[in-house]
């Protein structure tokens, strides 16, 4: 089954910690660019990450300095680090691969308790 499955979301105080990984089917995975996204509620979805099969990294104004993210491509896996959370970082964040067409997971929720 071709799917992205997210997981590590949850609920962390301000300033705090989490690890979000994305499982990916191959066909979605190698060679494709992969993607963090996240929605807050009342707003649009925004481009938090992305990363090249080869390793580019690509951060969006409001990960920059303080997100990570990168791929296991033994694993077929992304993940995004995120450090020095913030509350305005709480959203849905659905990992996003672009092959024959989009494909999005089902999102996991980060909180952030301020």
């Known amino acids: 089954q071709v799917q992205l499955v997210e997981s590590g979301g949850g609920l962390v105080q301000a300033g705090g910690s989490l690890r979000l990984s994305c499982a990916a089917s191959r066909s979605l995975f190698n060679r494709n660019t992969m993607r963090w996204y996240r929605q807050a509620p009342g707003k649009q979805r925004e481009l938090v990450a992305s990363i090249t099969s080869g390793g580019s990294t690509y951060y969006g104004d409001s990960a920059k300095g303080r997100f990570i993210i990168s791929r296991d491509n033994g694993k077929n896996t992304v993940y995004l680090t995120m450090n020095s959370l913030k509350s305005e970082d709480t959203a849905v964040y659905y990992c996003?691969?672009?092959?024959?067409?989009?494909?999005w997971g089902q999102g996991t929720q980060v909180t952030v308790s301020s």
């Open positions: 996003n691969s672009q092959a024959w067409r989009e494909f």
